[in-house]
Nanobody
Framework: QVQLVESGGGLVQAGGSLRLSCAAS??????????MGWFRQAPGKQRELVAY???????NYADSVKGRFTISRDNAKNTVYLQMNSLKPEDTAVYYC???????????WGQGTQVTVSS
C-alpha cells in the first residue's frame, strides 16, 4: 500500500519560512520514477497546483509562488520537499503532496498539512 505523509506545516508570520516534507512508502511505489507535486486548497477555494518536480528533476511553479517556493526531491529518502520563503497570508491553505506517473496524472495523495500565515 502506497502512503504519502506530509509534515512541516504550522503557523508562521508573514515574511517567514516553512519547509514541508512528504515521505513516500510502499513496495509498489517507485518514487524515483514518479512526478511529485505539491497542491494547496484554501477555505472556499479549489485545490490548485503549487509546484511539481519530474523524475528527471525538472520543476514547474504556479505564478503566485515563483521566486518564493522551491520544490526538491531526495530519491534516496523517497522524500519531496517544498521550501516556502517570504510567506504571505494568501499562502494559507492545506498543502497536499501527490505522486503520479506523469504530469497531471496524480494517483497518490497525502492527507495534507495545514499552513497558516498570519499578517
Amino acid at each position: 500500500q502506497v502512503q504519502l505523509v506530509e509534515s512541516g506545516g504550522g503557523l508562521v508570520q508573514a515574511g517567514g519560512s516553512l519547509r514541508l516534507s512528504c515521505a513516500a512508502s510502499g513496495r509498489t511505489f517507485s518514487f524515483s520514477n514518479y512526478v511529485m507535486g505539491w497542491f494547496r486548497q484554501a477555505p472556499g477555494k479549489q485545490r490548485e497546483l503549487v509546484a511539481y518536480i519530474t523524475s528527471g528533476g525538472s520543476t514547474n511553479y504556479a505564478d503566485s509562488v515563483k521566486g518564493r517556493f522551491t520544490i526538491s526531491r531526495d530519491n534516496a529518502k523517497n522524500t519531496v520537499y517544498l521550501q516556502m520563503n517570504s510567506l504571505k497570508p494568501e499562502d494559507t491553505a492545506v498543502y497536499y503532496c501527490a505522486g503520479g506517473v506523469r504530469v497531471g496524472m496524480y494517483g497518490y495523495w497525502g492527507q495534507g498539512t495545514q499552513v497558516t500565515v498570519s499578517s
